[in-house]
């Protein structure tokens, strides 16, 4: 809290779409002493740690957990799968999508990028075309946002598998599950997802500086062929470390407590279905909210909502800069901005991770009250329609 | 947070009229390692807590702070300057009231209780007539609750001390100021209060452990002569180890802490004057809603109405012991219930201490969901009203 800001009162709001508000547990938690990253105890913590997340990513293969944000785990998913040159089939879905192709090319891979308007997921027919055109094989991965933060898009990666399965082509199936992973369904194994990449700071609920990849057989052995140079994202060490429950380097000890806490609180208290149908029930509240307030949301497929967060456009020549200005200023409430192309036109409203109705509302009032402060033009009674939706819908 | 509760993520909503949200600055500075009480760090603590809540009562005497809740700091009041078989001045203005009155009676003072409806406060006419009628000056004190935390009524003890001062009358006033010290305006010397009670579970943002009793020079004299045995309770031991900035017995070193925490961010963060003019905002606001739901409020008189909290009567037959459930169970928010005679008929909504806009409106969205759930007779749009009034309202 800045000091001497005399407006400033009780809880911020902190509903960007990740980092999520992280829960007085896993404060707690996190909040000991370090102990020696040699010890048995801390390999007690690693193993709790690493069994634990995949019940999460809902896989058996090996998930790794590197001291990074999430943006190491999508350059440890290349690098570990792939070699100078290899073809790789990427979908210009959002901002996140964007960047991991550039990330791509920096390390000589070629990449296919099909081209998107940032409304729309990845197309499976489109993912059926591309393979089946690639008669040669030549094109060793395919690469895909989960749910583009930059959108509120979630795409059907089980539709996408099931057009990679239509084809036989043999490529690895790369997943950036950053924003859906403990929020929105994601099942490894099931889906025959190869890689999936994620963070700590968003469906996990805890601070940054954490991120995964959970890898299946077929990833693994492709790794072992693999050229890109590396270490410090080098799977091979780091699972022949992780087996008895150590580190090739410095693990980022203290947040392991908050990942433990956090898989028990989600996984054994909560429940992932129940956390799925938490973030599916606040998702429709938030839309409901946007619809009533005549604003669009920037997701156009309904199949493809997101329940993490959503993206709303703003009626032209008005700035969602200055909305969440006034909306910050006014209300200590922060929502997410529009990124790269769709900078100054969408605003984000964050309600995945630790989030309830109650903390739904406060937010959607804050908006509200913030179009009407910024002078743009809505309608009110989103916050109503969203209650009514709450209070008629069940938790589970 | 009760473990394998499937449906609770999030924030818990404390809206409670008190114990309210404690601010994590706050916590965070409890946790600390508890020092000696007889160190030169443990006085440097303790003058600095002594001192700085004068600024809060704003008084130039001295304040005593009570290892002990707030019922201790009303015994601390009466033993302290009063004597057995003296009669007192007492108001009927609701459950507070009523049981300052009956500890009164256990000490064997001769209360003379003002009967009243619960829905008003303190008449300054009656304080006068009955200070005129006794001749002899046999009342000796004069007991006021400054805000009625069963029933959100706010009596005017300017008008009380003017009344007295009309009378010519020496008895001492002294006031219970538990749910408005830090929320609503109080001026122990410029009002001519002679011992003020408070704790710090209210408008102080603490834990419940402390409680305090502000003393003016008139009070001190007559505790010289108060015959109520006391040790636990006694100004004089206190005062006398105070001046050196330690206690006569073991303080509550950790809630000191937060004490020293909550003054700077009341007093030199915020401001008092900037902190009552955000309660009388949110105090407005709820009031709006209440109106807007067609419920009644307790509290009968607009110049009486309480900023800390608004209490509200249900349709008869309506139990707010089922509605609180309700909202707990559907949406994590704790509110107040009905105390004494108001019994199952009316709730309290908490809006003291650390506190804003949005967490208001997330706290009367769970009412207005509430009602509906529960099936009581209200008219929709509450929150829009709250909404509208904190929109064209501005902050200070």
Redesign the interface.
């Known amino acids: 809290?800045t000091?001497?800001?005399?407006?400033?009162?009780?809880?911020h709001?902190l509903q960007i779409p990740g980092p999520t508000?992280v829960?007085d547990?896993i404060l707690r938690a996190i909040d000991r002493p370090t102990i020696d990253h040699r010890s048995s105890e801390f390999a007690q913590l690693a193993t709790e740690c690493l069994e634990g997340l995949k019940t999460v990513f809902r896989c058996t293969g090996p998930v790794i957990i590197y001291p990074a944000s999430g943006t190491g785990a999508w350059e440890a998913a290349l690098v570990n799968v792939l070699s100078p040159d290899d073809r790789i089939l990427m979908f210009e879905t959002g901002h996140f999508a964007t960047l991991w192709r550039k990330m791509a090319e920096r390390f000589s891979l070629e990449v296919d990028f099909v081209p998107g308007d940032w409304r729309h997921g990845i197309d499976p027919a489109v993912v059926e075309s591309r393979l089946s055109e690639d008669k040669e094989h030549a094109i060793k991965a395919v690469a895909c946002v989960h749910n583009e933060t930059s959108t509120g898009v979630t795409s059907r990666i089980a539709e996408v598998r099931s057009a990679m399965n239509a084809t036989n082509h043999p490529a690895l199936l790369l997943v950036d599950t950053v924003s859906s992973l403990g929020s929105i369904d994601y099942r490894q194994d099931e889906w025959g997802v190869d890689v999936a990449v994620a963070g700590s700071q968003k469906g996990l609920m805890l601070p940054p500086g954490l991120s995964f990849n959970a890898i299946s057989a077929k990833a693994l052995d492709a790794s072992r062929a693999a050229k890109l140079p590396k270490l410090y994202w080098s799977w091979g060490e780091m699972l022949s470390s992780n087996r008895s429950g150590f580190f090739p380097y410095t693990p980022s000890t203290n947040l392991l407590y908050g990942l433990r806490e956090a898989i028990e609180m989600l996984v054994h208290?909560?429940?992932l279905e129940?956390?799925f149908r938490?973030h599916a029930r606040h998702g429709e509240a938030a839309r409901q909210a946007v619809r009533t307030w005549g604003l669009e949301l920037v997701c156009l497929d309904p199949r493809e909502y997101s329940n993490s967060l959503t993206a709303v456009l703003l009626p032209d020549r008005h700035s969602e800069v200055q909305l969440r200005q006034v909306i910050l200023e006014?209300?200590?409430?922060s929502l997410g901005s529009g990124l790269g192309k769709l900078a100054d036109k969408v605003f984000r409203i964050g309600h995945l991770g630790?989030?309830?109705?109650?903390?739904l509302?406060?937010?959607l009032?804050?908006v509200?009250?913030g179009l009407?402060?910024a002078g743009i033009p809505f309608r009110?009674?989103g916050?109503?329609a969203a209650?009514d939706y709450?209070?008629c819908t069940p938790?589970?």
Chains 1, 2 share one sequence.
Request: proline share 4%.
């Open positions: 809290m000091k001497h800001d005399p407006g400033r009162s009780g809880r709001f508000n829960p547990r208290e909560e429940g129940n956390a938490r006014h209300f200590d409430l630790s989030f309830n109705d109650l903390m509302c406060g937010t009032s804050g509200e009250m009407e402060k009110k009674g916050v109503a209650m709450l209070n938790r589970a």
